[in-house]
Structure formats: structure tokens, C-alpha cells
């Protein structure tokens, strides 16, 4: 007998909800498990279910992350006051496809999704202190239109998709409309949380839903950040110089680059 | 998982020639240029997302166009001696089971327009030189078939080979194809070009595929025009040239002497031990900024 390859612990109580899916593997900026995240926070998400590892991972053993042992997961929450469902997951290594099916069975015929919403981070050579742009795909042209309204700006790609991309291809099999939400991240960010990426994310999500989040705390670590990076510039020239270029749109080489990342991920992740 | 069939073309007992990508692509080059030859039409696919991984998306304004997988089509042509059915695979899958399942599929279209033969085609690593005429090794599925395969042209049978015995492996689906034929019933066999151990796994050879090619168009009694093979053959045996030139003079003359039959038997062992000598060389002629191919 095939077993099912996921576990649902509840069928929660919405009433067509939007899915939002956030990534926690190559997590750029930590926006897609952080905005997941927050939303959990703010909204009390209930976990309601989730896919199974085995198939999907490789479990010949276990990750060590931050000295903790870590194992793969792929969690649903349910966000009733909201009527959001909330999917958490590390990206499968095997049998993708399968895995982007369960998920849209669980979504689809166990909380009658109507649409889908996939956050990431998109590295980019900009400085943090430029406007960000948030790009979408999207797998329906009305649904696209809808989303464009709030400011999102198409995106043109050819080349390897990513997993979001994947899962909306697989939802339009289904003909569930859906869109990724792409927030342009500083290349030095990428592997630290950027707040204002999940802020330009959790205002879009605010207008979509009127959700009425409120956003101030992210403010806080936007300004703590920007002060911390402010007073890194004025210490060292030669970051203040990289910044520079930045800010006028000039790019960095390969070796400025890992050195400017090398010191923002010393001084916000090591030195908190 | 779902095999589309966009036509029910009428097929006579056809025989099916199945092709995927592996050593010097032998089997692919092989397959696809009969096909190619006889003007075979496409009449169906296994979908493939179940099976391989997506290699390409394309977005258009925010709009997500296309998403593309590795193929796996069928196409068909009827002829007067034997009408033919192939199918051909991009990738092979990664996997026991997808493997299965994927031949499982290939052979329910096979029975489902009564085919009773099956051929695959892929290729053997040999202690041969470059310009020599590479043979083809058979591997029948049944006993009886031996026989007639005995009566092919330029082909050898496991036993035949020094130092194998009666034994050998068939990896990928050339080998897995044939065994699940049997299971079901069906005649089928392998037919792999003879491709030098030292050439590298990745460049296509299609000298050998010729040599595939001159026996199965014999077996399936059709006369196609192989020129542009043989054309690319010796395009490809120029630059195996090259590069043999740049093989150190040690190792040169132990690949004569195993040519020549003077170190025999020239066991499994052996070839891999050989083969890492020359892969190793291959690395450290690159590391040294030299790409020979």
C-alpha cells in the first residue's frame, strides 16, 4: 500500500484562503521563513499539518545548525482570524514534483485554497540604502494584473527555475492562479535577515488581505540595522568607499565583494 | 504519470527502438539517426515531471510561459518490411524506481500496438584503438535468440569477448528495458558500440553508433544513407587524434600493447584501473590549463 506522503492534524476552519509559501533553504535575506514567520506571530498560526520527509530528504542523518540538530521540515499553519494558510518548508532534494503536488493536495482539497502567494529574496548588487523593487511571476495573466496594481513590477527570465517557480507551474496544472513575490536583496544581506525586504513584503500582504499588521517592530530593526552599518562606514574608509560605489550605481568586483559581505555578516551576525 | 498518445498510428508488429543519452551517446546518436533517416513521426510522450527535474523556465512579463523538462517521446513510421516505433529520452532518470516505472511505461505502448521485438542500443567500453572499426556487442534476452545473433555481422556475444566469460552488466535502462521485455514476453536486445577506453565518457563517438547502425538496418532489412555519420565520425576521430598525440609515451604503449592482445586477459578490473590512469591524465592535462578535448 502506498503511503500518504503527507500528515494533516486538523482540517482547520477557513474559509478559501490564500496560501503563502515560504522557503527556509537558500533563504535569501531569511525572507521567505521570516515573513512566514511573523505572520505566525502576529496572527497565533495553528500548525494543522505537514509533508512527510522521507521521499522528499536525504535522512542519512542529521544537519547541525547554531549547535542544534536540525531536520528537514515542511509545515502547514492556519491563521483562522485571517484566513491565511501558512506553508514553511525546506526546499525537497528528491522528487520535487511529487512534493509540490502534496502540498497543493493538502492546500487544495483539505483547506480549499483560492490562490497562492510564494515569497523569496532576490540577491542583488544594490546598496541597502536604495528603494527596494518587488518582482513577481505569476501563472495566470488576470491574476498578474491584480497583483501589478499594488506595484510589483513583472519580471522577464529565462534560465533555471527556482522552486517557487515550480510550484506555480504545478498550480497552474491545477488552475490555481499564483504569484512569487521577488524582494531585491543587497548581495551583502543575503545570508542575514533583511527587515526592510520583509517589511516591503508585509505591506504588500497588508493592502492584498487588510491584514492591519502592524509593522513598527520591523521599523526598529530597519533603523538599528541602517545605524549599525552607518557607524561600520564611518570607521573604515574603505567599506564607506564600497557603499560609495554602490550608492552611485557602480558595481564591485569579485574581491570587494566577499570583503564588504565578510564585514556586514561579522558585524550584524557575529557581533549581533 | 501518463503516457499522452496525440495518435493511434496503425502499426504492423512494429518493432520498437528505444534510445537515451550515455557513454559517447552512442545509443542516442544510433536511435535518433534512424529516425531522422526514415522520417519517423512523433505520435506521443511520457510526461516527464514525475520523472526529471525542470531544466528551464521562461518568464515573460511577470508571466511564466513555459517551463521545460527533458523529453521522452515516441514517433513511428510505417515501412514495408517492419513498421518501427521509437522512443527517445533526453535524460535517463535518476533512480531505481523512476527507472522502472518509466520502462513499465515504454513497454505498455510497445504491447499496446502489438510490437513483439525490441531493440536498445548504448555503449561498451573496450580496449580497442580509435581507428579501429568498433564492433557491437549483443546481449539477447532470451537463449534462442543467441543464434541469430550469432549470424549478425561485425557482432560479438559476451562469450566472444576475452576475458568476461559469459558475463557482463547492461547499466541504465538499455540493460533494465531488456530485462522487463522478457518479464512481459517480449524478444528484445541490446546492441552497444565498442567506444576506447581512453576517449572520454562525454564526447559523443558516433563512430561507433555507425557500426550499430550498419547491423540494425541489416536486422531490420533498410538501406539508409549514412554519409553525414561518417562525415562527423571522422571529424571526431581527428580530434581523438589530436588528443591521443598528448597521451604520455608510457601510457601510449600500454594502450597499443592491450590493442595488440599482448596483456591478456584483459579483465573488469583492468578497464577501470585504466580507465582512472587516463582520467587522471585527463584532470591534471586540464589543471595545466590544456583542454585536449
Redesign the interface.
Known amino acids: 500500500m502506498e503511503r500518504s506522503p503527507y500528515e494533516i492534524y486538523q482540517i482547520p476552519n477557513l474559509q478559501n484562503p490564500s496560501l503563502i509559501v515560504g522557503w527556509q533553504t537558500q533563504d535569501v535575506g531569511r525572507l521567505g521563513s521570516g515573513v512566514i514567520n511573523f505572520l505566525n506571530k502576529k496572527f497565533g498560526g495553528e500548525e494543522v499539518g505537514r509533508i512527510k520527509p522521507v521521499d522528499f530528504f536525504s535522512l542519512g542523518g542529521v544537519r547541525i545548525e547554531n549547535d542544534v540538530a536540525r531536520v528537514p521540515e515542511s509545515k502547514f499553519f492556519a491563521c483562522k482570524k485571517n484566513n491565511l494558510l501558512l506553508f514553511k518548508s525546506d526546499e525537497p532534494k528528491?522528487e520535487?514534483?511529487?512534493f509540490l503536488d502534496s502540498v497543493l493536495d493538502v492546500a487544495q482539497y483539505s483547506c480549499k485554497m483560492k490562490d497562492l502567494y510564494t515569497v523569496n529574496g532576490n540577491p542583488s548588487l544594490i546598496p541597502h540604502t536604495w528603494p527596494r523593487r518587488i518582482?513577481?511571476?505569476?501563472?495566470h495573466?488576470e491574476f498578474?494584473r491584480d497583483v501589478?496594481k499594488y506595484g510589483?513590477?513583472?519580471?522577464?527570465?529565462?534560465?533555471?527555475?527556482a522552486m517557487s517557480?515550480?510550484l506555480?507551474?504545478?498550480a497552474?496544472r491545477r488552475n490555481i492562479p499564483g504569484a512569487s513575490i521577488w524582494v531585491d536583496i543587497p548581495f551583502y544581506l543575503a545570508p542575514l535577515k533583511d527587515p526592510l525586504a520583509q517589511k516591503k513584503v508585509l505591506e504588500f500582504f497588508n493592502q492584498k488581505f487588510n491584514l492591519k499588521i502592524d509593522l513598527r517592530e520591523l521599523d526598529l530593526e530597519i533603523r538599528d540595522q541602517n545605524e549599525k552599518i552607518a557607524r561600520l562606514r564611518e570607521k573604515d574608509s574603505e567599506i564607506n568607499r564600497y557603499f560609495n560605489l554602490l550608492e552611485s550605481g557602480i558595481g564591485l568586483d569579485g574581491e570587494e565583494q566577499l570583503k564588504l559581505a565578510k564585514q556586514i555578516y561579522e558585524l550584524l551576525e557575529k557581533r549581533g | 504519470m501518463k503516457v499522452r498518445l496525440f495518435k493511434e498510428p496503425e502499426l504492423e508488429k512494429p518493432v520498437l527502438i528505444c534510445g537515451w543519452p550515455g557513454i559517447g551517446n552512442i545509443g542516442l546518436i544510433t536511435v535518433d539517426t534512424l529516425r531522422i533517416r526514415v522520417s519517423a513521426e512523433e505520435f506521443g510522450e511520457i510526461e516527464s515531471w514525475d520523472f526529471f527535474y525542470p531544466r528551464k523556465i521562461k518568464i515573460e512579463e511577470g508571466l511564466l510561459v513555459d517551463l521545460e523538462f527533458p523529453s521522452n517521446k515516441f514517433y513511428f513510421k510505417n515501412l514495408l518490411e517492419n513498421d518501427l516505433i521509437f522512443f527517445i529520452g533526453e535524460e535517463q532518470p535518476r533512480g531505481d524506481q523512476k527507472a522502472y516505472r518509466i520502462s513499465e511505461s515504454v513497454l505498455d505502448v510497445a504491447i499496446n500496438f502489438g510490437c513483439q521485438r525490441i531493440f536498445t542500443s548504448g555503449a561498451a567500453v573496450a580496449p580497442i584503438h580509435h581507428q579501429m572499426k568498433p564492433r557491437v556487442w549483443a546481449v539477447p534476452n532470451k537463449g534462442y535468440l543467441i543464434d541469430e545473433v550469432r549470424r549478425y555481422e561485425n557482432t560479438v556475444l559476451m562469450s566472444d569477448i576475452e576475458g568476461r566469460g559469459d558475463q557482463g552488466y547492461i547499466t541504465g535502462l538499455n540493460g533494465l528495458l531488456i530485462g522487463m521485455a522478457k518479464e512481459r514476453g517480449l524478444e528484445a536486445i541490446c546492441l552497444m558500440g565498442e567506444i576506447p577506453l581512453y576517449i572520454p565518457h562525454s564526447l559523443p563517438y558516433p563512430k561507433a553508433s555507425k557500426s550499430v547502425l550498419e547491423v540494425l538496418t541489416k536486422i531490420l532489412g533498410i538501406k539508409i544513407d549514412l554519409s553525414r555519420l561518417e562525415k562527423w565520425a571522422q571529424e571526431t576521430e581527428k580530434r581523438i587524434e589530436e588528443f591521443y598525440q598528448q597521451i604520455p609515451t608510457e601510457m601510449k604503449e600500454r594502450i597499443e600493447r592491450l590493442i595488440k592482445t599482448e596483456e591478456k586477459p584483459f579483465t573488469e578490473e583492468d578497464r577501470k584501473r585504466f580507465v582512472k590512469e587516463v582520467e587522471e591524465f585527463l584532470k591534471r592535462s586540464k589543471e595545466d590549463g590544456e583542454v585536449p578535448l
Open positions: 528528491d520535487w514534483y511529487r518582482l513577481t511571476v505569476f501563472n495573466p498578474g501589478e510589483l513590477l513583472g519580471m522577464y527570465y529565462e534560465g533555471p527555475p517557480s515550480f506555480l507551474w504545478v497552474k
